[in-house]
């Protein structure tokens, strides 16, 4: 994250997993989990596009926070499960956060965690996990560049401080290697929508929407000298699951309120027009309802 917006303090997080042990534990079943997130926030979207992607509506509930948080990104909602949870926690109280009725205690707040859990255990529907070893291991490597080398260092190279221009040249790395990637196959990993897609697409969302505000023009203009990648970014915004969960002015309010950096250049350059979508591929289409078919069965 940037280090344009108020930090806030460091403390433990949550790290349950849901799993197939009926004798205790986070044993998955309908209705005993609760989704608490943002659209706003990358991690939220995130998380609400997987369970959109699935199915999951009457199966895991979904529980929409204010866009804007307050400082830190505190959910003020969300203080009776962290007490409940973290006896004497100070705040802030930050989501996402996937939350256990039956104990009533927050189970975790990885984002990459919660997603991965929701598809092995609820979906029916592991279409969307890479499929073998090899790719889960690429998956993980691609979740790391994500996080690392577009998100850090956007946030980086719209600071003015030494390494800005080091942060710059890494992401434009990291969307060069994406745009190879996506001039010979659909999606990231081949030719399957995943999880990874999901990850992928809305640190695109955040960099166009909250870091492009501080870069300056001709940073933002070789972002933007990615065509497979922005076309990729437009087709997923053609999904339901993808653009219906999308609320671009929140992101802005949110960002906007919390900001303590100045505005660039570049702000003025729109990367691609996100109320337009692309046409979709068949193969993209074809998914969605074996996904659909497999979680109804459930």
Known sequence: MSGKNAPAPTTPGFTGRLGDARSGGFYPVPQRYGLHLALSCPS??????????????GRVALHLLPPVPGEGGDHPELRAWYQASRHGHP??????????????????????????????????????LPVDASQRSRAQELSDLFDRDIGEAAGEAGEARSGAAEALERLLAALG??????????????????????????????LDHVDRWHLDARATHRIAAHPQLWAYARRLL?????????????????????????????????????????????????????????????
Request: proline share 6%; net charge neutral.
């Open 91 to 128: 705040g802030p109280y930050t989501a996402p956060l996937l939350t256990d009725a039956w104990t009533g205690r927050i189970v975790s707040d990885r984002p990459g965690d919660i997603v991965t859990d929701l598809a092995t255990h609820y979906g029916g529907a592991r279409e969307l």
């Open 238 to 298: 053609a999904l339901p699951e993808f653009g219906q969960q999308l609320r671009t002015s929140d992101i802005l309010s949110r960002h906007h309120v919390h900001c303590r950096g100045l505005e660039a250049a570049g702000a003025a350059v729109r990367i691609i027009d996100w109320q337009r979508p692309a046409p979709l591929p068949e193969s993209c289409t074809e998914q969605r309802s074996n996904v659909a078919a497999g979680c109804r069965r459930l």
């Open 177 to 206: 290697s994406l745009e190879a990637l996506l001039e010979r196959r659909p999606y990231v990993l081949g030719e399957r929508l995943t999880t990874v897609d999901v990850h992928l697409w809305t640190t695109l969302v955040r």
């Open 44 to 57: 939220g979207l995130r998380i609400a596009i997987a369970h959109a992607l699935l199915r999951l509506e």
